[in-house]
């Protein structure tokens, strides 16, 4: 498929596009009556759909099949991360993970937060739009903005994992991950974790581990943790 686009909540024989969409297919695709639109519904489904109302602000089209992608995985995969301060960063690493692969994003708020605030509506675009650009059939869900003392209070069934930089933490997340296994990831802001805040996340069940020598960013840090994980899937 050539363009892919987004459809939640698709079912039935028929679906009416939002207005954001019909626009892009009719005025800029120039698609028109009979013609073939390929969507997602982030769930896990790709649908073949043919153009049967090509109004460009409430286009009407008829589902023709429905197929299951082929990027369903066999763990899951929940990253929890401090937004940066430059929101172009953060927005690159949801891009990034995006594709190469995640269930759930947890952006939260810690005690060397740079950022305490997020616009969801303008994350929620960049995550939709990197899951037509890479062609997947999952849109990952994000989060809304969440105090790190709650976050890894959440029940999670897996593997838990607090990523940060010490002398002391010498286990690499590529080294002590086995495959298969649910993960949960958290990934620290600029000024890293507080001792505080490591301990409390001990105490609930996180292990302390490395990414590698490099002093990353915190959006680096977080795209080689997506990474590491799916790669040890393959």
Known sequence: MDNLFFAPGIS?????????ESKHIIRVLRKKIGDTVHFTDGKGYFYVCKIIDDHPKRTVVEIISKTEGNDKRDFYLQIGIAPTKNINRFEWFLEKATEIGIDRISPFVSFHSERKEIKNER????????????????????????????????????????????????????????????????????????????????????????????????????????????????
């Open 12 to 20: 039935g024989k028929h679906y009416r596009l939002p207005e954001e």
């Open 123 to 234: 994350l929620e675009r960049v995550i939709v739009a990197a899951v037509k650009q890479s062609l997947k059939s999952k849109k990952p869900e994000l989060d809304n903005l969440t105090q790190f003392k709650e976050l890894i209070s959440t029940p999670f069934e897996g593997k838990k994992y607090i990523a940060y930089i010490d002398d002391e933490v010498v286990k690499l997340l590529s080294k002590i991950y086995p495959k298969g296994e649910n993960a949960f990831i958290l990934i620290g802001p600029e000024g890293d974790f507080s001792e505080e805040e490591v301990e409390l996340a001990k105490e609930k069940g996180f292990i302390p581990v490395s990414l590698g020598k490099s002093r990353l960013r915190t959006e680096t840090a977080g795209v080689v943790a997506c990474h590491t994980v799916n790669l040890l899937n393959e």
